[in-house]
């Protein structure tokens, strides 16, 4: 049924096929019968508690939500519907930003894969924080106190802001976000950002995620804090992320991001000329992420806790990067070519 649709789909923009389909799902979810459906049809048969507490929080289950998809906190109750076990807002800037140009969202069937040039498009932090706020007093107010739904914040920084200024737009979305998500990514790995990667070296990393640290310290109630790194790292500055996340304790990673490597794609190079610059997500980025996950695991003797992103459309890609040392698994391209549907197939095929 879902290939069906997919097809239809597919005719038009990504972007705006998109927003429709979410939104039309908002629709659906409005009318108090068709959500309990929804989520009785998609929502996976529990897990034992102990199976996936991480960072000392019970996720119900290990299928997230990779960050970029609900950008702006408007879908979260959907996305419960639909079974996540956990979903990743954002990436949130301080100040609210249009992102790149349009048409910046392609897709490569043949490859199912996505090419994206977003450009951290979103509300801001303050329009974010308010609505995640409305979404906890809603929840409570529905007696829905004990919802399920971890939330993720990824954090990043505004395109106007210096790198060398760039701590100061972390700590501000960090601040602001603080009571009203579960746990923090930073995100310094898309490649659609100018000269944002370049916050990945050593140095100005350290300085971002020792100034998170040091505010969660304050908080009364620390929140754990990852770091999201690019496929495209070599290992010498994969030993750099493990030496500083070692460090200064960082609760864990997130890998992988997006990669600007093209080399394994069969899609016609006309058409991926046509398509431009961009960071490619799905299937082909699997090995990859599979590969840093498993380096990671064995480097730090499983210290460091690790979310699996990259190329997860089925349960044995998710055992796979169980396997290799995950403790939690992220999908986004996989949602969209295997539809609403992932969730329960994947954790199915994990019980």
């Known amino acids: 049924m879902y290939n069906l649709l997919r097809s239809f789909l597919f005719l038009f923009d990504p972007e705006k096929v998109h927003y429709f389909s979410m939104n039309a799902l908002k629709l659906l979810c409005k009318i108090a019968f068709v959500k309990k459906l929804l989520a009785k049809k998609f929502t996976p048969v529990p897990f034992a508690p102990s199976d996936y ?5 019970q996720f119900s289950n290990p299928v997230g939500l990779g960050a970029g998809f609900d950008k702006n906190a408007l879908y979260l109750t959907e996305l419960e519907a639909l079974g996540f076990g956990f979903v990743e ?10 992102g790149n140009d349009k048409p910046r969202l392609f897709r490569l069937p043949k490859d199912k894969a996505l090419i994206n040039r977003m450009g951290f498009n979103n509300d801001g932090v303050t329009v974010i924080a308010e609505r995640l ?24 920084k505004n395109k106007i802001t210096p790198n060398e200024d760039a701590w100061k737009d972390y700590e501000i979305c960090f601040t602001a976000l603080h009571e009203h998500v579960d746990y923090f990514v930073v995100n310094v790995s898309s490649p659609n950002t100018p000269g944002l990667r370049e916050l990945q070296e050593k140095d ?8 998170l640290q040091r505010l969660n310290k304050e908080k009364v109630n620390p929140k754990p804090i990852l770091l999201k790194i690019a496929p495209d790292l070599t290992i010498s500055q994969i030993d750099d992320v493990i030496d ?8 864990g990673l997130v890998a992988a991001n997006t990669t600007i490597d093209r080399s ?4 016609d190079e006309a058409f991926l000329k046509n398509i431009g610059a961009g960071g490619l997500s799905g299937r082909p980025l699997k090995q990859r992420s599979t590969e840093i996950v498993n380096y990671i695991h064995q480097k730090t003797n499983g210290q460091i806790p690790i979310i699996a992103s990259g190329g997860i459309f089925t349960g044995d ?10 403790c939690l698994v992220q999908v986004w391209t996989g949602f969209i070519y295997e539809g ?4 329960s197939t994947i954790c199915k095929s994990l019980l």
């Open 53 to 57: 507490k991480v960072f000392d929080l």
């Open 89 to 98: 807002i954002g990436t949130v800037t301080p100040l609210a930003q249009a």
């Open 133 to 156: 706020k409305q979404w906890s007093k809603k929840n409570r107010q529905a007696g829905q106190s004990n919802s399920c739904l971890i939330i993720g914040g990824n954090i990043g």
């Open 204 to 211: 100005s990393l350290s300085k971002i995620l020792q100034n």
């Open 244 to 251: 500083l996340a070692m460090e200064i304790k960082l609760d």
């Open 264 to 267: 394994s794609l069969i899609s």
């Open 317 to 326: 890609d998710a055992k796979e990067k169980l396997n290799a040392g995950a």
């Open 340 to 343: 609403p549907a992932i969730v």
